[in-house]
């Protein structure tokens, strides 16, 4: 078997779902959409799960993930600050659970906080990536591994010298990792 490369699992930047710095979180949503219908299932097992964000000269300069998408429907959340790391911080399940009535968050329908959502711009929650979050195309597979599992990553932008040619999505080297596992075992 080949030594595996980042270029063998990319899913190439014009197949993702991407949306302009002036797009909306409707927008963003309407494109992820579109993008998950189109997604040639042939090739991918997995639909995508963020949206790439581009500016004026069509480069890459923002992520949003599906927790994105949920941070930005309840707005107070930005009372609470970063949120990531708090539920692997040490705090008890009850101290967070308790944030929920001290935040009043999701005491509104979804459907009341999602109606005042949609008009935020994607730039107002959109994460930008760090410089751990690139990879490039001919990256070995084990190389970009060891970043995902380092930086907690769901996906890296892969890179071309400095352009950015795709996106290496968690669930498709995990499953080249499965399917790798099962040959194993005869």
């Known amino acids: 078997m080949k030594k595996m490369l980042v270029t063998d699992l990319m899913v190439p930047l014009e197949e993702y779902a991407t949306v302009s710095m002036e797009a909306t979180l409707f927008d963003a949503v309407m494109a992820l959409e ?8 042939s090739r991918y097992k997995y639909l995508h799960r963020a949206i ?16 994105d998408v949920l941070r930005a429907i309840e707005p107070k959340y930005g009372e609470i600050g970063p949120t990531g790391a ?8 009850q101290f967070l659970k308790s944030m929920l009535d001290r935040y009043s968050l999701w005491d509104a329908s979804v459907t009341s906080l999602c109606s005042k959502a949609i008009n ?34 769901q996906s890296l932008l892969v890179t071309r010298d400095e352009e950015i040619v795709g996106i290496l999505r968690l669930t498709d080297v995990f499953s080249a990792i499965f399917h790798a596992m ?5």
Request: hydrophobic content about 30%; proline content about 4%.
């Open 34 to 41: 579109k993008a998950q219908e189109d997604i040639d299932r």
């Open 52 to 67: 790439l964000v581009y500016d004026d000269s069509n480069k890459i300069v923002g992520k949003i993930s599906q927790l």
């Open 86 to 93: 708090l539920s692997r911080s040490g705090l008890s399940p």
């Open 120 to 153: 935020i711009k994607v730039t107002e929650f959109m994460n930008t990536p760090a410089e751990g979050e690139y990879i490039q195309e001919s990256a070995s597979l084990g190389e970009a591994i060891h970043q995902l599992v380092m930086g907690n990553h």
């Open 182 to 186: 099962k040959s194993c075992n005869p």
